[in-house]
């Protein structure tokens, strides 16, 4: 029988039923604009927060560590709830939960503009990182079933530049209305931005077309987790995701505190224009891509990481431009780092593909969500002194593990890292 005869053979609910939509179709621009918009959103909502640190612990007398939990309450249980939320969508179908998390994380975010104490925010934070989970778990994994192969990576580019100019545009739009009409303007902001994605969300995202429900067995999904444990490859990248991470969100979490102080005393607005250093990032990840596909991943990784060193020696300076010079040359390393680890995941693993991103994605978050609200208590020992020394202790450690994964033997051609 032809393949093209096989295709119509195929059950009604066989992902072979249907075709797979190709770059340039009306339908192909919806799901890619819709995972786009999503992803856009899921930044927006989770990161906006960020700059307002120094608010939060002003209005409610915190320190900075206790400031920070409003933005690891959210990110340790959306690292917790990834896995799961991947194998519920195995059972229930991507779109359907896609939905219901983006709409979820919306309410929440709305009840949290709305709370009346530090403690009811917390926990209308913690319930958005619950039902947001489902969104980053499932959206490259929606992308992969409905998209045709070739036209993959166009719409995946798409879809991580969106989450970077998501967390940009929070950041940004949440600093600057909370400088002009106080914390819980700032907080409004974000939830109707949120508001607007959402509905746009709901409107483009065509229904799944190529899922199947799969059935999830516990012991398979345990001895998979245990064979990618095992990988020298694979263990290290997971482990350097979570430092990476840590890194990167304790130097954004507490930049605000270091440039609202003497020398710099910079208002709200004017720090919200530090995280349009994101653009950089937006730039880098895709060039790290490129130059691993050129120089090989090995040595584009302990380069990039091997580059934030300096950049946070220069943050260290009393002059604001060498700071935001090496905020940015931080931004770009991690970047092009981060995009270079997470698509070795993919290249290197041979089985359960959407459990080891999972995997790396956990690590990612709950690295933000541990070392972001450990390294307060370097700023209360030793201000930021005490961070960049804990940053860049971290980044040795990288360093260590991106020169091991330089000898960690390659798999076979046709999975090679």
Known sequence: ??????????????????????????????????????????FALLYGVQPLMPLFAAQYGLSPAGAS???????LPMALLLIPASLLADKVGRTPLMVASLAGGVLLS????????????????????VLMAGLPALALSYLSEELAPESLGRAVGLYIA???????????LGAVVADAWGLQSGLLALAA???????????????????????????????????????????????????????FVSLYNYLGFRLQAAPFGLSQSAIGLIFLLYVVGMVSSNLG????????????????????????LLTL????????????????????AHSVAASWVGRRVQHARALASAFYL?????????????????????????????????????????????????????HAA
């Not at 093209?4 to 179709?25: E, Q, V």
């Not at 917390?122 to 990182?129: D, M, V, Y």
């Not at 040795?396 to 046709?414: F, I, N, Y």
């Open 362 to 414: 956990t690590s990612y978050y709950l690295g933000s969500a541990f070392i972001g609200s450990g390294s307060g208590l370097m700023w209360r020992l030793d201000g930021w002194l005490g961070v960049a020394g804990l940053i860049g202790a971290l980044l040795c450690l990288c360093l260590w593990l991106t020169w091991q994964l330089r000898a960690v033997e390659p798999l076979p051609v046709s």
């Open 289 to 312: 891509g490129r130059w691993a596909d050129r120089y090989s991943r090995r040595v584009v990784l302990w380069k990039m990481v091997a580059l934030m060193l300096p950049a946070l």
């Open 1 to 42: 029988m032809s393949s093209a005869s096989a295709t119509l053979a195929a059950p009604a609910n066989s992902p072979t039923a249907t075709a797979p939509l190709h770059a340039g179709s009306k339908a192909w621009w919806r799901a890619t604009w819709a995972a786009a918009i999503g992803g856009f959103a899921t």
């Open 162 to 172: 969106a989450n970077a100019l998501g967390g940009m545009s929070g950041r940004y």
């Open 193 to 247: 931005l949120g508001t607007v994605a959402a509905l746009l969300f709901w409107k483009l995202l065509p229904p799944s077309r190529r899922f199947t429900p799969r059935p999830v067995s516990l012991a398979s999904v345990l001895a998979d987790s245990r064979s990618h444990w095992r990988d020298p490859g694979l263990s290290r990248l997971f482990v350097l995701g979570f430092m990476l991470m840590g890194g």
């Open 317 to 336: 300076s009393q002059s604001l431009w060498l700071v935001v010079a090496g905020v940015a040359l931080f931004t770009f390393g991690f970047f092009a």
């Open 69 to 75: 939990a409003v933005l690891s309450f959210a990110t």
């Open 110 to 129: 709305w009840l949290a503009a709305w709370s009346s104490s530090f403690g009811w925010l917390l926990l209308w934070r913690a319930l958005f990182g």
